[in-house]
């Protein structure tokens, strides 16, 4: 078990470009979260999954992002026609769903986004 | 709905001396509580969790939490601090079935001074 994972660690790029982040979960969680962070503050929801269906979506996720988690493993944030707001730290957390309860929910390390 | 409200936003102690960090809560449901913790650079990692057992938690490094529903409050701490204990905190609160995202505080920075 090598934890969450996520790539990449930073991303520049210039306002109007697309980037993508990859996360891949702890393995057999069935549950993915995706956070975002900016400086000062804590991390806000963003959007989660379980298996590979996007269950809820946070009214932050505006349409210039996307989320998607093909084959209920791996998941990619894309955020299109980036703006310098953007710029934040973004979080993946994995989960496993047992029965009626959700076990804890491990993060992680984090993908550091700048928009110049 | 739920919120989480952290009484400070930086608290300062000298090391072995204790440490409190505040956190209150809201919530509509049966609430689990977390506090996480981020070192500079570093992911969020958990410290502990309430979620309906002993009110009292036990979590990594020395930390422990009490959950008091009257005073709707989770509080952080530690008998003695630790200059690896410098970090930013996080109190965390969702519902137990985890049908809503975890909702964070705004952090308490917590400094120790040799």
């Known amino acids: 078990d090598t934890g969450v994972s996520q790539d990449p660690r930073h991303k520049i790029t210039k306002r109007g470009q697309n980037v993508t982040f990859r996360c891949d979960p702890i393995?057999?969680?069935?549950?993915l979260y995706w956070y975002r962070q900016t400086l000062g503050q804590g991390p806000e929801f963003l959007t989660y999954f379980q298996n590979e269906a996007q269950l809820e979506k946070s009214r932050l996720l505006s349409d210039r992002f996307s989320a998607e988690r093909p084959k209920g493993s791996f998941s990619t944030l894309e955020i299109q026609r980036t703006e310098q707001g953007d710029s934040a730290m973004y979080l993946c957390?994995?989960?496993?769903?047992?029965?009626?309860?959700?076990?804890?929910?491990?993060f992680g390390p984090g993908t550091r986004l700048l928009v110049l | 709905a739920q919120s989480v409200t952290q009484l400070d936003s930086h608290v300062s102690v000298s090391e072995g001396t204790p440490v409190l960090l505040r956190c209150n809560y809201s919530?509509?449901?049966?609430?689990?509580l977390f506090w996480y913790v981020q070192h500079p650079n570093k992911g969020l990692q958990l410290l502990l969790k309430?979620?309906?057992?002993?009110?009292l938690v036990k979590g990594i490094n020395g930390f422990e939490a009490e959950f008091k529903k009257s005073e709707t409050s989770f509080h952080l701490t530690k008998p003695s601090a630790h200059m690896s204990d410098a970090a930013e905190y996080f109190c965390?609160?969702?519902?137990?079935?985890?049908?809503?995202?975890?909702?964070f505080g705004k952090g308490t920075r917590l400094s120790v001074i040799a």
């Open positions: 957390a994995s989960s496993r769903l047992q029965g009626a309860f959700q076990e804890t929910q491990y």
């Open positions: 309430y979620t309906s057992a002993a009110t």
């Open positions: 919530s509509s449901y049966s609430p689990s």
């Open positions: 965390v609160v969702s519902d137990r079935a985890g049908n809503t995202p975890l909702v």
């Open positions: 393995s057999e969680h069935n549950r």
